[in-house]
């Protein structure tokens, strides 16, 4: 992994695009009849849409959902032929984009259908999605809204929506009943739109069984390997790790202190190594080791995998700099120069954002600009 192009970076991000492939066909295999769609939004969740598209595009995913037109206008020459569908959807001001790359509205509310119907009147046929609320109530038409609507004699014949979809709030959590609330709601919405293709799952969705499927599902972050359903053993594939090199190695005496705050305290000599990584970088101060009071709840904090062992954080997560604790590995097993794994093959990028009382998708989607970046496993 030592490519000399990395010999001058202080920090990298390998992401392998083999295994962002293998999720995907993965999770469309888990969809049973239903096709997957990939979910592109926010730069392919950090890991970089223009690497990240033609990837899932070659592992067979013709369905793409980023959230915004622009989003969409960057994705547009990446899948030529690819479905693309916007989640914010159109408003004024914003039809161009979607007419002129192609790209497929969600309707969220009922001014959004007025938006979308003038500019259809103005321009021409144009495939659009019915967003229907189901219970998140963040998005959508309300059922009877939706149902009122595709029984509406007077709705225009222009009108013909490619898919009906609706949004899971607690498809991580299979227990939850909110589930079995959200799809008798959806089941209600759909069948006002008979023959219309249908949607719900994310990637929690598609764990909960194939009552969830539908037509199309739209797995994020489970195709780059994060954790989709809480507290279950995760079968995705990693596919960003992320290193970070070590500046110095220090010892520091016991009962000496280290940190802002002092906010270290050693109870025994501990070598410390001072690692080129800090929030600047997404790595969030709230993992820190110890000093951050808003996480009293979890008093320990991330660790990162250094010559095949777990090593602490300690001390507080500050801008560009972080602190490991290395004291039980060799004493000349640690050097600066080394690279400690953040997260990746060896710490999965859950646990680190759970230590910093967030999720993976948070993690991902801060990484900053300030890792080199390395695709591997691409066609
Ligand atoms: C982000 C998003 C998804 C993907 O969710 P994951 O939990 O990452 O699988 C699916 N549908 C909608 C509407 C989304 O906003």
């Not at 009877?144 to 225009?156: F, K, S, T």
């Not at 222009?158 to 089941?187: T, W």
């Not at 008979?194 to 195709?223: C, M, Q, W």
């Not at 080791?289 to 008093?299: C, S």
Request: aromatic fraction near 8%; charge should be negative.
């Amino acid at each position: 992994m030592h490519e000399p192009e990395f010999l001058s970076a202080s920090n990298r991000l390998i992401i392998d695009l083999a295994a962002l492939a293998d999720n995907w066909r993965a999770m469309n295999e888990r969809s049973g009849t239903a096709s997957a769609a990939a979910v592109l939004k926010a730069d392919a969740y950090g890991l970089g849409i223009a690497e990240a598209a033609p990837a899932l595009y070659a592992a067979g995913a013709r369905d793409f959902f980023v959230a915004n037109a622009e989003e969409g206008a960057e994705l547009r020459p990446l899948v030529p032929d690819g479905r693309i569908y916007i989640l914010a959807g159109m408003w004024p001001g914003n039809e161009e984009l979607f007419f002129d790359n192609d790209l497929v509205p969600i309707i969220n509310s009922e001014e959004q259908l007025a938006v979308f119907m003038a500019a259809l009147s103005e321009r021409g046929d144009h495939p659009c999605v019915l967003h229907v609320d189901t219970g998140m109530n963040r998005l959508g038409l309300s059922v009877e809204e939706a149902v009122a609507l595709a029984n509406d004699p007077a709705r225009p014949a222009s009108f013909s929506p490619v898919l009906i979809m609706s949004h899971l709030a607690c498809g991580d959590d299979p227990k939850h009943p909110m589930n079995v609330y959200q799809l008798e709601r959806f089941r209600a919405a759909a069948a006002a739109f008979e023959g219309v293709p249908a949607s719900l799952a994310n990637s929690g969705g598609v764990f909960l069984g194939k009552d969830y499927h539908f037509d199309l599902t739209r797995p994020g972050i489970a195709v780059y390997g994060g954790e989709a359903v809480d507290g279950a053993v995760n079968p995705m594939k990693p596919v960003v790790t992320a290193e970070a090199r070590i500046i110095q190695v220090r010892t520091v005496p016991s009962g000496a202190t280290a940190s802002y705050g002092a906010s270290a305290r050693f109870s025994r000599d501990t070598r410390i190594a001072t690692v080129a990584i800090g929030y600047a970088d997404g790595y969030h101060r709230s993992v820190s080791g110890g000093g951050v009071t808003l996480r009293q709840a979890m008093p320990s904090g991330a660790y990162g995998f250094l010559h095949g062992r777990k090593v602490p954080h300690v001390g507080r997560v500050t801008m560009d700099l972080s602190l490991f604790d290395v004291t039980d590995l060799p004493e000349k097993a640690v050097r600066a120069g080394d690279y400690i794994e953040l997260f990746g093959r060896n710490v999965a990028v859950d646990d680190v954002a759970r230590a910093g009382g967030t999720i993976g998708y948070e993690l991902l989607t801060s990484l900053g600009h300030r890792y080199h970046r390395s695709y591997i496993g691409g066609a």
